[in-house]
């Protein structure tokens, strides 16, 4: 019987020996994790380090700490190419703009001197590539600046109101473009908790695309859940062109004018803001949906501020 006792003893003894030890391996493992996690979290140099002596866990600290430092180092890398990617291309922008204001003002001179027909022809054929050439620089300066920016303050703000705004501000210019727009808003207020200039923002280049590559219709319908679809006739566009009207620089043989930035911005700013936008054509229509996710319930019913520029609507055919 003694030696069955101390049988039972020793298997004990190994099995609270097996118990401490994988509660070690446990507790290593956890270190491991969080310190990593935090590693990614926060722009830290600090290495991971383990309590447990266990050889095998420290091995793998040990080859983690390298991967991390490796991973460090090409992370400063890229953002100091990005940074200075970034600084490229304000400081080609900011330096394009200058020329490009002076040319403009010489032919604005220009103007007042009588010239032969021809000669006037050649200058408005000069005029409309400098503006084209002075748009295309803003947007791409506008670009760079927006991508370096951190994202904004946010407040409490009604889609319906700064969706009205953003409609009311580009009224003048669908109308000299034939473009009578069909728009259909809820009375009752949506409200979101958003950046208002990146929401401003968003609204006119998704509006201004529509005039670039419309037909000669344009509608915009929400919802009361605050979904947005913005569509009009595009024949010059597939399903695989309107796919990537997100990507920055793309652009369609109908937008040639374009840098093919505005979306890329409207995208980059709605994604920063936690909401979603995406594009599908259908049907010779492009529709362009923009959702935010719904973290204010509706307060109030539409009031004053929503009526603001309902006069500047009113000439619009409603769904």
């Given at each position: 019987?003694?030696?069955?006792?101390?049988?039972?003893?020793?298997?004990?003894?190994?099995?609270?020996?097996?118990?401490?030890?994988?509660?070690?391996?446990?507790?290593?493992?956890?270190?491991?994790?969080?310190?990593?996690?935090?590693?990614?979290?926060?722009?830290?140099?600090?290495?991971?380090?383990?309590?447990?002596?266990?050889?095998?866990?420290?091995?793998?600290?040990?080859?983690?700490?390298?991967?991390?430092?490796?991973?460090?180092?090409?992370?400063?890398?890229?953002?100091?190419?990005?940074?200075?990617?970034?600084?490229?291309?304000?400081?080609?922008?900011?330096?394009?703009?200058?020329?490009?204001?002076?040319?403009?003002?010489?032919?604005?001179?220009?103007?007042?001197?009588?010239?032969?027909?021809?000669?006037?022809?050649?200058?408005?054929?000069?005029?409309?590539?400098?503006?084209?050439?002075?748009?295309?620089?803003?947007?791409?300066?506008?670009?760079?600046?927006?991508?370096?920016?951190?994202?904004?303050?946010?407040?409490?703000?009604?889609?319906?109101?700064?969706l009205e705004e953003s409609l009311a501000s580009s009224y003048g210019a669908m109308t000299a473009q034939g473009i009578i727009p069909k728009i259909?808003?809820?009375?009752?207020?949506?409200?979101?908790?958003?950046?208002?200039?990146?929401?401003?923002?968003?609204?006119?280049?998704?509006?201004?695309?529509?005039?670039?590559?419309?037909?000669?219709?344009?509608?915009?319908?929400?919802?009361?859940?605050?979904?947005?679809?913005?569509?009009?006739?595009?024949?010059?566009?597939?399903?695989?062109?309107?796919?990537?009207?997100?990507?920055?620089?793309?652009?369609?043989?109908?937008?040639?004018?374009?840098?093919?930035?505005?979306?890329?911005?409207?995208?980059?700013?709605?994604?920063?803001?936690?909401?979603?936008?995406?594009?599908?054509?259908?049907?010779?229509?492009?529709?362009?949906?923009?959702?935010?996710?719904?973290?204010?319930?509706?307060?109030?019913?539409?009031?004053?501020?929503?009526?603001?520029?309902?006069?500047?609507?009113?000439?619009?055919?409603?769904?």
């Open positions: 019987m003694t030696w069955l006792f101390c049988l039972c003893a020793a298997l004990f003894l190994i099995i609270l020996i097996l118990i401490f030890k994988i509660a070690a391996l446990h507790r290593a493992a956890d270190e491991i994790r969080q310190q990593v996690s935090l590693w990614f979290d926060s722009d830290t140099n600090t290495v991971i380090t383990l309590p447990c002596h266990d050889r095998h866990m420290r091995r793998l600290a040990s080859s983690l700490n390298k991967e991390l430092r490796r991973l460090r180092s090409i992370r400063l890398q890229f953002e100091q190419g990005d940074r200075e990617l970034k600084e490229s291309i304000t400081n080609i922008s900011h330096d394009l703009r200058t020329p490009l204001t002076a040319i403009l003002g010489y032919l604005d001179l220009l103007d007042y001197v009588e010239k032969p027909e021809q000669v006037e022809k050649y200058l408005s054929m000069i005029r409309n590539r400098s503006n084209v050439l002075r748009q295309q620089t803003e947007e791409l300066f506008g670009y760079s600046i927006v991508k370096s920016l951190p994202e904004g303050e946010t407040e409490l703000l009604s889609l319906n109101y700064i259909s808003i809820p009375e009752q207020t949506v409200e979101r908790v958003l950046n208002r200039s990146s929401l401003v923002r968003i609204f006119g280049n998704i509006i201004g695309n529509a005039l670039k590559y419309s037909d000669g219709d344009f509608s915009v319908v929400m919802d009361p859940n605050g979904t947005i679809v913005f569509s009009n006739q595009a024949k010059g566009l597939t399903p695989v062109t309107a796919a990537r009207l997100f990507d920055r620089y793309y652009t369609v043989e109908s937008g040639r004018r374009s840098t093919g930035l505005g979306l890329s911005i409207a995208k980059l700013l709605t994604e920063r803001m936690g909401g979603e936008i995406s594009a599908h054509y259908r049907e010779g229509r492009l529709f362009i949906t923009l959702r935010f996710p719904k973290d204010i319930p509706f307060q109030k019913q539409s009031g004053s501020v929503q009526s603001k520029h309902a006069s500047a609507l009113k000439t619009s055919q409603r769904y």
